[in-house]
């Protein structure tokens, strides 16, 4: 957490002294198709399948050519279904397929840092830290139970932007990043997982 | 310009969210039947079952509606249920006699069904047990079920469940108590059904391999 902080500082410390060019004052949008593999305590106690149902979103303004700040939201739907196995509970047992269905939302302030604002290719690192929205179903057969919530979430970055024209701020973007998303039910710890996207970021203004 | 611009990047996040949230993968749209079932099985873990020899099965099955017996059926699936029964209790090295043959272990089926707030709870299932299996059916009268491993269990409910009960006959007697030493319990989408009806309860006696006779 405190590496985060430090992180944040050093990248608008370092921006806000940065000469300025064309992205300042831009206000963009980049929506993105992601990705995201659970690991650690998610993977190995709940869900160890990829989700391929997310996505991420994000209005940023330029603050300088360099460095912009804005909101990010994102959406990830993880599943999955383990065959029928009997479990061991206080006075017997129970036999039933396990489902695990998770959904988190993680809605967040974004900082990203373009290492490269004049590049063919632009490189960039950024951050986001803020509140996760969190659904968690267990079934056991048809039958529910779970725990939804707020919980925290940060996630560092690393990408590329490539410019479709060469003053536009209208680009591809690529990345992959790290979702740090503590949360605490049951067998689970956190949902923390990696994952990569890919989209377009165009100019609102 | 500006403005429109503004608004087709709302649009496109609302279309976004509409189509990736819209494919949150519903793990009750992705489940047969068969995987809706849960089978839970409770014991006492201090009786031996290797103790009893005999046993009788109820003829019927009661039907249980919020907590109030409706009747007693015997319908082609409630002899289903009951043949599969007899036959896993054969399996397992145990007699058939009938009620008037002083049995060692009673089996009482009900078909429990529950309208209300879509939760259930089966210390109330088994505290209003005499109404829907009175003692008298086993020969006593009088008599008063226990069940020591009752455990409260609350599910949101869609159908029906279908419980069944083994009840201690043999050493009922010396303080007008028939303890419950075993209840099988089948929860989930087309239970009710003749065809899977032996499936069903071999489900219920493969988890619970202390029920035997000839160990």
């Keep these: 957490m405190k590496s985060f902080k430090i992180f944040l500082i050093i990248m608008v410390c370092t921006g806000l002294g940065l000469p300025v060019f064309a992205q300042q004052q831009k206000l963009t949008m980049n929506i ?3 990705v995201n593999t659970p690991v650690r305590n998610f993977k190995s106690d709940l869900v160890n399948k990829t989700s391929f149902r997310g996505w991420n979103a994000n209005i940023l303004y330029g ?3 360099k460095l912009s700040l804005g909101l990010e939201a994102g959406f990830a739907d993880y599943y999955q279904k383990y065959p029928r196995q009997v479990y061991d509970t206080k006075g017997g047992s129970v036999s039933a397929v396990l489902t695990n269905s998770i959904q988190t939302v993680p809605v967040m302030i974004k900082g990203r840092f373009n290492l490269a604002p004049s590049g063919i290719v632009q490189p960039y690192i950024g951050v986001g830290a803020g509140g996760n929205f969190v659904s968690y179903n267990q079934y056991l057969g048809e039958f529910a139970s779970g725990k939804s919530g707020i919980y925290f979430a940060a996630s560092p970055e690393a990408g590329i932007m490539i410019p479709f024209s060469k003053h536009g701020a209208s680009a591809f973007t690529a990345g992959a990043k790290y979702n740090f998303m503590p949360y605490t039910y049951g067998d689970a710890k956190d949902l923390n997982n990696w994952g990569v996207y890919a989209g377009i970021k165009f100019s609102l203004k | 310009m500006k403005q429109n611009k503004i608004y087709l990047a709302f649009a496109a996040g609302v279309v976004c969210i509409g189509l990736l949230g819209g494919c949150t993968k519903d793990p009750l749209k992705n489940m047969t039947n068969e995987e809706s079932r849960i089978y839970i099985t409770n014991y006492d873990s201090t009786v031996h079952f290797g103790s009893f020899k005999t046993y009788s099965i109820s003829d019927s099955v009661a039907v249980v509606s919020n907590g109030a017996l409706q009747k007693k059926t015997l319908t082609e699936t409630d002899a289903a249920f009951i043949q599969a029964l007899k036959d896993n209790m054969q399996e397992r090295g145990y007699q058939l006699v009938t009620k008037d043959e002083h049995p060692d272990l009673g089996i009482n089926i009900s078909s429990v069904f529950n309208n209300q707030t879509g939760v ?6 088994w505290g209003y047990y005499n109404s829907y299996w009175d003692p008298y059916y086993w020969g006593y009268g009088g008599y008063d079920y226990y069940f020591p491993y009752a455990s409260y269990a609350v599910y949101q409910i869609r159908e029906g ?4 009960d083994m009840v201690d006959l043999k050493d ?3 303080d007008k108590k028939i303890e419950g030493v075993w209840n ?20 219920l006696f493969d988890q619970s391999p202390y029920i035997r006779n000839n160990q």
Excluded: C, H, M, W
């Design chain 1, 63 to 65: 603050v300088t050519d």
């Design chain 2, 161 to 164: 469940a279908l419980s069944v």
């Design chain 1, 32 to 34: 993105n198709y992601a």
């Design chain 2, 172 to 174: 009922a007697g010396n």
């Design chain 2, 184 to 203: 099988g319990l089948i929860r989930g989408e087309a239970i009710f059904n003749a065809s899977t009806a032996a499936s069903q309860v071999k489900a």
């Design chain 2, 120 to 125: 259930i709870s089966y210390p109330s299932y």
